[in-house]
């Protein structure tokens, strides 16, 4: 009997892990870490969301189980956000499916449309479901840039090109985790376009839909006309309605993935708990207030983060949309690496980020910062960095005041 299992093997040991290790051993002992490394919401969801769960939750009939694909009113709320918000229309029968988050989503598209030996287009750096969800599929990942330039464009043409076999499928993440980056509605048309010529299905993932910021807001791919003929799209209430535990998310677009992938949830669950469904429902057809408050939030956020370190010494590029800063490792210590210079900065800062190397080769020499903490705690990191480096003989600006 062995215990070499085929698709365990397939999966490399999880470097982000060992930044998270260290930081629950320092928590353990009492240190006080400023997190910015897991993208995890430390907002509230709005009251009446709240209530909603309470209320369906004390209904005796409330807790058998639920429907794989969502109960029809998520599904036709999720419809009604996408009309609203992009004006596409959805059918919520055929073109919707819920999921508990986009993370599963992804990865249950992945096992439904996904043979073994089938090439999949993932982007490089990217969040790890992006390849690995297809990677335990049996595919096979040929990396593409992230940056929506005309290299990206060369770069899908080279892999239609020199792959065999010819890849079917592209995953896209805009705005991107971890970079941030974000594209316009002629990046889709384009893309869509090319995907049409070259028979290949779009997975887009728009979890951070709604935080965009300085007021440009960011488009979706089912907003270019016959894009449903060949492209997904996962959304997410994580980020949104900062439900991040409750697991919520979408999948919406073309009939025949959204039917694959209804048909592989059906064996493998029952769906989210009614009353989160419920709740989910209240946030989309209810008051919008929220998104709007937690967008400014997040661009406040952004604003003294960018601010701070930049004063402290680490100057960070400020991301259009998300709530993630890609930042490169400062010049002087580039030659560190991602993965030691956060193990570094949480050893002796008490802060705590992701190692770019953590999403992909291509990450290496980058950072994300998660802006998951209050101003003040932001404040605060801002000031432990600059003695950090200060300390390794990093030159760091003379100003006025604390960083």
């Known amino acids: 009997m062995s215990d070499e299992f085929y698709r365990i093997k397939r999966l490399p040991p999880y470097v982000i892990a060992e930044v998270n290790a260290m930081r629950a051993a320092a928590r353990a002992a009492g240190e006080d870490i400023i997190d910015l490394g897991m993208g995890n919401p430390d907002l509230p969801p709005p009251d009446h969301v709240i209530a909603k769960l309470v209320e369906v939750a004390q209904k005796p009939d409330a807790h058998g189980y639920s429907q794989s694909k969502g109960i029809p009113g998520l599904r036709r709320a999720q419809a009604n956000y996408y009309a609203r918000r992009f004006g596409v229309e959805v059918d919520p029968e055929t073109e919707v499916v819920v999921t508990m988050g986009s993370k599963e989503g992804l990865a249950s598209l992945a096992t439904a449309i996904t043979a073994p030996g089938d090439v999949v287009l993932a982007p490089n750096p990217s969040y790890p479901i992006h390849t690995f969800g297809f990677i335990i599929a049996g595919a096979t990942i040929r990396s593409v840039p992230t940056t929506p330039d005309e290299n990206y464009f060369r770069a899908l043409e080279r892999a239609m090109h020199f792959t065999v076999p010819r890849p079917s499928i592209l995953v896209v993440n805009y705005p991107g985790n971890p970079t941030a980056e974000t594209v316009d509605l002629a990046f889709y048309e384009r893309l869509v376009a090319w995907a049409k010529e070259n028979q290949v299905w779009i997975l887009s993932d728009l979890a951070y839909s709604e935080l965009y910021f300085d007021g440009n807001p960011t488009p979706s791919i089912l907003q270019v ?179």
């Open 225 to 403: 006309p016959g894009a449903k003929d060949v492209a997904i799209e996962f959304t997410s209430m994580s980020k949104t309605y900062s439900m991040a535990g409750w697991r919520m998310g979408f999948a919406v677009g073309n009939q025949k993935l959204i039917a694959a992938m209804t048909r592989v949830k059906s064996y493998l669950d029952y769906g989210a708990f009614t009353p989160i469904q419920a709740a989910a429902c209240a946030a989309l057809n209810g008051p919008q207030d929220i998104v709007e408050k937690n967008r400014q939030l997040y661009q406040k956020r952004r604003d003294v983060m960018v601010e701070s370190f930049a004063r402290a010494g680490w100057d960070i590029p400020s991301p259009r949309a998300s709530m993630f800063a890609w930042a490169p490792l400062p010049p002087a210590l580039k030659e560190m690496g991602s993965l030691e210079f956060s193990k570094q900065l949480l050893t002796h800062a008490k802060v705590a980020v992701a190692p770019g190397v953590g999403y992909g080769e291509d990450g290496e020499g980058f950072v994300r910062i998660a802006m998951v903490e209050n101003e003040q705690r932001l404040r605060q990191a801002a000031r432990n960095v600059k003695k950090y480096l200060q300390s390794m003989g990093v030159n760091t600006p003379v100003t006025k005041g604390a960083a």
